[in-house]
């Protein structure tokens, strides 16, 4: 698969479509069992609260590829990012409840770089708190 987006179509400043993504406990327990990261502070709400936290938060990891999907789904093939990196400014605390914690992402193209590629610069916001800094992606385009 090819990204759909033609580099010739993009100019910096553009804006992906925002994205928001619902994350509730069973969230964290399936991603758990996905990724083999089994550490109490995405489940137990007890021993979270013990260690200093909050309450139960989502893995890093989960919040990191929730966001990029704002990217690869804009692109139509994950395989267009090129670079991905973030730094973990706050975590996404996840209640237990049935409404859970939203991470609402958006992003725009910051940078026409060399080779049709561009630089995305995204944001990524849970509770009205940013929890990326630093969010780039690197993006192959047509």
Known sequence: MAAKISYADVEAG???PAQSFPVTRATLVRYAGAS????PIHWNEKFATEV?????IAHGMF???EAVRVVTDWVGDPGAVVEYGVRFTKPVVVPN???GALIEV???VAAKLDDNRVRVDLVAV???QKVLGMSRAVVQLA
């Open 106 to 108: 958006s992003a725009k």
């Open 52 to 56: 200093g936290l909050p309450d139960v």
């Open 97 to 99: 409840d049935d409404k």
């Open 126 to 128: 849970s509770e009205g």
């Open 36 to 39: 083999g990261d089994f550490n």
């Open 63 to 65: 919040t990191m590829a």
């Open 14 to 16: 553009t804006e992906l």
